[in-house]
């Protein structure tokens, strides 16, 4: 399945200040443009929700034993290395109800896309050529696993702008999932996905990603290579019941799932909806529902045409089968169920 840009892109790019977004000829800045080669500042792994892992030259690796589990300080600690293809994240302890503690988390996390910030501007050449779709070769992806991943590629676009300072990029970050607000950036995407249970390099392409001169960019520290890697988890799935503030439940995964329809317009047999059954009461009401489909979850709310509001008092049972597929067609560790009474 071939696309552009998928809705977690877009929505980071929409909520750029305006002039920022996806530069061709016609929004090319043109002056000041500082001289010599551009300089990498920080490669960002974007995950789901407003957490991400922002990596610079200068992140560390882990020290030595550190596994998981132990207490750190989100006043100094962030992120560490922990191996080549793993990364640590001083996280808040979910079981601690004051929010104030906070641990070390080294499982793999999901990847949604990556995000490179330069010093300066770039030449957008590279980036005009394709207007208004991204470059295919300015990030580039490659991936190993015990099984033979299934290929894929990575789509990028350029912002020419950013600034870490004011209200926008704050709201953006926290609420929008925009994670290049630092400086000119390279966005890239997995199109349509990266595999699942696999280690994976992403590296950026310095023909690709020049100054306006066309020097190649350059990097130091941990950052020289223009290369991250990091390991991608099972395709698996929970369901969050509806409750007071979400009055709809919805599916969440650890990788993108299929929409409705594919790229070109034409019904996709992966489609997400197609591997959920909706029960109240044991009553099949699947067809009486709607799936809203957005990267890496799906929300299942009443259609109003048919299903006016979910039946009060019934118990809502959400079945996810165990054929489920991401987007690369890799199949789910096992099937999930939920459920919630309906108020």
């Not at 840009?5 to 002039?19: I, N």
């Not at 929008?176 to 994976?200: C, I, K, L, Q, T």
Request: charged share 15%; proline share 11%.
């Amino acid at each position: 399945m071939k696309r552009s840009f998928s809705p977690p892109a877009r929505h980071a790019l929409g909520a750029l200040v305006a002039g920022t977004l996806l530069c061709g000829a016609a929004c090319e800045p043109d002056n000041n443009v500082k001289p010599g080669p551009p300089v990498l500042m920080e490669l960002t792994l974007v995950a789901p929700g407003p957490t991400a892992v922002t990596i610079t030259e200068s992140t560390p690796d882990c020290t030595t034993g550190l596994a998981g589990g132990e207490t750190c300080d989100s006043s100094m600690d962030s992120v560490c290395r922990q191996t080549e293809t793993s990364w640590c994240r001083c996280l808040p302890d979910p079981n601690d109800p004051t929010g104030m503690a906070t641990l070390w988390d080294c499982t793999p996390f999901p990847v949604l896309a990556v995000v490179g910030v330069f010093d300066r501007l770039l030449d957008t050449a590279p980036f005009d050529a394709t207007y208004p779709a991204g470059i295919t070769d300015g990030v580039t992806g490659a991936a190993t696993a015990t099984a033979t991943p299934p290929t894929f590629g990575v789509v990028t676009d350029y912002g020419s702008s950013g600034t870490p300072m004011g209200i926008t990029p704050l709201f953006a970050t926290f609420f929008s999932g925009n994670f290049r607000d630092h400086g000119p950036s390279a966005y890239g995407m997995p199109d349509p996905a990266f595999p699942s249970s696999a280690a994976v390099t992403v590296t950026l392409q310095p023909g690709q990603l020049r100054s306006k001169g066309g020097e190649p960019f350059t990097a130091s520290g941990l950052l020289q290579s223009g290369m991250v890697s990091f390991t991608m988890p099972a395709f698996t799935g929970s369901v969050v019941p509806a409750d007071a503030m979400h009055p709809d439940p919805s599916v969440l995964f650890t990788n993108y799932v299929a929409d409705e329809k594919d790229a070109q317009g034409n019904p996709n047999p992966n489609f997400i909806g197609n591997h959920i059954k909706v029960t109240a009461d044991g009553a099949d009401i699947t067809a009486q529902v709607v799936f809203t489909v957005s990267p890496a979850a799906v929300t299942i709310s009443p259609n109003p045409m048919t299903l006016m509001a979910w039946p009060t008092g019934k118990v809502i049972v959400i079945d996810v089968d165990a054929s489920t597929v991401n987007a690369l067609g890799q199949v789910i560790d096992a099937a999930q169920t939920g459920m919630f009474t309906a108020p």
